[in-house]
């Protein structure tokens, strides 16, 4: 009766512990949501501004956000990516620079995925504006080096994933290796996530290519790819 008790007295504990990081991560996405929605076109062109030492420039067709050396740049919402296009290649119609749009807010992945595309056609570098409690983080999403840096990555995939039975990929240890951090925002390692299933896709044919919960040495239950694992671990 007595260790019917205390195991009663325990799981209340772990309750009262679960009940309160659950409230903490609520205060932390309403505060996220609260700052995020205190922030417009105007406070990150200021944020860029400053970071690169530049500022808007009129041109024949229009006052570009933020003007370089080398580059034009545009900063709008996702779901202005229209007018942002438009906008740049006026902008360039005269000139001869590189393109830039810097996004922010939020849309869906796979209408990311389409604009970015669209940009990419254009030869229109690609970034994204990340609000955190800390600051604000700048994701490149699609500049010059990433078929550089995709075709490096596939190169270190295929020199250091292999095929072993019953063993465990995760992406931390992939991000941890590859890059040197485990200090990753979560956009950089879904990034990451989606060339690693693309890789098991083409080269490891008969595995289960899509990232998710496994059963490990019939035991725990990860997150990862089964069957496969990194060499140099």
Known sequence: MEDNELIFDRLNKI??????????????????????????EIYYQKFLEKRLGATHKRTDYGITDISTKNEHIEIKHWRDYKTALGQLLSYNFKDNKKLCVYFFGTTKD????????????????????????????????LNDNNEKDKLD??????????????QLLQLKDICLLYLNTNDIHSS???????EVETFIKKYHVNLQWKYGKVRYNNVTTKYGWKHLYIKNE
Not at 16 to 40: G, H, M, V
């Open 15 to 40: 309750d009262e512990k679960l009940n309160k990081i659950i409230q903490r991560q609520d205060d932390f996405e309403l505060r996220l949501e609260s700052l995020e929605a205190k922030r417009n």
């Open 110 to 141: 796979d209408k990311k995925t389409n604009i970015i595309d669209l940009f990419k056609s254009k030869n229109i570098k690609v970034y994204e504006f990340i609000d955190t409690l800390q600051g604000i983080v700048v994701n490149c999403l």
């Open 153 to 166: 990555f596939y190169k270190w995939l295929q020199q250091n994933i292999v095929y072993k039975e019953n």
């Open 188 to 194: 950089i390692s879904s990034k990451y996530r989606k």
